[in-house]
T-cell receptor, first 110, second 117 residues
Framework: QKEVEQNSGPLSVPEGAIASLNCTYSDRVSQSFFWYRQYSGKSPELIMSIYSNGDKEDGRFTAQLNKASQYVSLLIRDSQPSDSATYLCAPNQAGTALIFGKGTTLSVSS | GAVVSQHPSWVICKSGTSVKIECRSLDFQATTMFWYRQFPKQSLMLMATSNEGSKATYEQGVEKDKFLINHASLTLSTLTVTSAHPEDSSFYIC?????????????FGEGSRLTVL
């Protein structure tokens, strides 16, 4: 069974700083990974997907994947108060449900 | 992107009654939908996988007779919480993926917050 480990936080950063979120997973089958953002009381929304080892950048977000180490991270540059949310990492296998970690709560102070 | 719609967003019911939550895929056909439950300050927990035209697959510890899932069409799955009790109060979220079109991303509905009095 897949297990996903994330530091629950809260991770507190000042506005404009870089927020670094980390995730480790237990299975070696997953080929892609998703980062979701969940605001309090809302359902998750996809912010990044990464399929290959290395970095993937999308605006202020950069996802990093190291399959050998079973590690995936998300960097948020120029953090804004609106980035304050819980970030969920999920390893992905096509056709199956996503299993989520507990998520990391990020708080960006202005 | 794909859109998954849930209804109702909020529901309050008396203990012992049943509540039905609908999940629709609005611009794609979903042969499989997933139902999650989230208690306050906890992560999303997968309850069951809903398969169009066949029985749902439930996760360990989820009572299939209490949480009835019906996936009668390619765009609609329903979750019925039968004989609801206060401990069933939670945030229920459905999701679906269309791997052919959207590279496997899982799209979530808006969620349904159930409060059982």
């Amino acid at each position: 069974q897949k297990e996903v480990e994330q530091n629950s936080g809260p991770l507190s950063v000042p506005e404009g700083a870089i927020a670094s979120l980390n995730c480790t997973y237990s299975d070696r089958v997953s080929q892609s990974f998703f980062w979701y953002r969940q605001y309090s009381g809302k359902s998750p929304e996809l912010i990044m997907s990464i399929y290959s080892n290395g970095d993937k950048e999308d605006g202020r977000f950069t996802a990093q994947l190291n399959k050998a180490s079973q590690y995936v991270s998300l960097l948020i540059r120029d953090s804004q108060p609106s980035d304050s949310a819980t970030y969920l990492c999920a390893p992905n296998q096509a056709g199956t449900a996503l299993i989520f970690g507990k998520g990391t709560t990020l708080s960006v102070s202005s | 992107g794909a859109v998954v719609s849930q209804h109702p967003s909020w529901v309050i019911c008396k203990s012992g009654t049943s509540v039905k939550i609908e999940c629709r895929s609005l611009d794609f056909q979903a042969t499989t939908m997933f139902w999650y439950r989230q208690f306050p300050k906890q992560s999303l927990m997968l309850m069951a996988t809903s398969n169009e035209g066949s029985k749902a697959t439930y996760e360990q510890g989820v009572e299939k007779d209490k949480f009835l899932i019906n996936h009668a069409s390619l765009t609609l799955s329903t979750l019925t919480v039968t004989s609801a009790h206060p401990e069933d109060s939670s945030f229920y979220i459905c999701s679906a993926r269309t791997s052919a079109r959207f590279s496997g991303e899982l799209f979530f509905g808006e969620g349904s917050r159930l409060t059982v009095l």
